[in-house]
């Protein structure tokens, strides 16, 4: 009998790239999502037989399925920049969504409730200049995005220790890959280049980040949901750092494009300067990414442009 899965955003990017490595191992998937903008629109997860799709909100669900296993949150907003001019919005989704999640699993029996592992991210740690956060490391959000997952840690800490529920937190960096909505960086670079658009970049493009692609992200979660421990925290990253300019400049490289397609505006508020994390933890576990940016930079960019001609903008 297949293991059943509630994927909570499973229509947003690294969502997505969760649910297709999950139908894939086999789990039936139960996918929870409220079509936000940023929902992809080219998945064909409905041809699958043991997947079903609802279309809700997080905040508001009154049940959970029955006979789930296990629950995935990714529901979550998560552009910084939004965060900072609604940041209502991300209060209802980051800590009101996962207030009710808990609470939902809180109300099953004890024998009868789902494993929780909830998404969340490395930017919760804040700034660090020279080496790398650990997961026991203390949280230190910069703007109102990262302050609302720091939040909804906070209450899965206290409803764990209180409670007893089955939890696990993951905290990830930067992912990419097809599929991706063009508020985010890379995908952003490579629609404005194709369209003959100039790039903007923020500042000096110095800030440093890690990034993951998503397919491994997806599976580091499997990965912790055979063998991960309840109620620890796992980093998820390649540890693989470039500046913002250094990752543009991987795309420009790729397009044939040189620093003239791109154009420097003031620097954006509730920025860190850098983010690093330590994932010995996870790597123990036998996890390690596939790909770098660079090697996958290829097959982004070709996907990307049959994604735009199928649309016709392209």
């Given amino acids: ?30 996918n929870l999502d409220k079509r936000t903008y940023a929902a992809r629109d080219d998945l064909d ?32 907003e998560s552009h910084v ?27 099953k029996d004890e024998t009868d409730r789902p494993k929780l592992i909830h998404v969340s991210t490395d930017e919760v740690y804040g700034t660090i200049f020279d080496g790398c956060f650990s997961e026991v490391d ?3 959000p910069s703007n109102p995005y990262s302050a609302t997952k720091a939040a909804a840690e906070q209450l899965i800490l206290g409803w764990r220790n209180t409670y007893g529920l089955p939890i696990m937190v993951c905290r990830t960096c930067n992912n990419y890959g097809f599929g991706q909505y063009p508020e985010k960086l890379l995908a952003k670079t490579i629609e404005f280049l194709l369209s003959g658009k100039p790039m903007t970049i923020h500042g000096d ?11 491994d992200h997806a599976r580091a979660i499997l990965l912790l949901m055979e063998k991960g421990e309840l109620g620890e925290v796992y980093n998820i990253s390649s540890n693989e750092e470039h500046s913002v300019l250094e990752a543009v400049q991987i795309v420009l490289d790729e397009m044939g494009h040189d620093k003239d397609s791109l154009v420097y505006v003031e620097n954006r508020v509730g920025q860190d300067r850098r983010y690093s ?32 001609k199928a649309k016709g903008e392209c």
Wanted: proline fraction near 3%; aromatic fraction near 16%.
């Fill in 45 to 76: 997860f409905d041809s699958r037989d043991h997947y079903e799709f609802i279309e809700d909100d997080i905040s508001e669900i009154k049940h959970l399925p029955v006979n789930i296993d296990y629950i995935i949150n990714f529901a979550a």
């Fill in 138 to 140: 203390p949280l230190n």
């Fill in 277 to 308: 994390v330590d994932c010995s933890k996870i790597r123990a576990l036998g996890w390690e990414p596939t790909t770098t940016l660079r090697e996958y930079m290829p097959e982004y960019v070709k996907l990307y442009k049959k994604y735009l």
């Fill in 1 to 30: 009998m297949r293991k059943k899965i509630l994927v909570t955003g499973g229509l947003g990017f690294i969502g997505s790239y969760f649910v297709e490595a999950a139908l894939q191992a086999g789990y039936y998937v139960i």
């Fill in 205 to 215: 493009g110095s800030y440093r980040r890690e990034w993951l692609y998503a397919g």
């Fill in 81 to 107: 920049d939004n965060s900072i001019m609604a940041n209502e919005d991300f209060f209802h989704s980051n800590v009101r969504g996962v207030y009710n999640l808990l609470e939902l699993v809180r109300s």
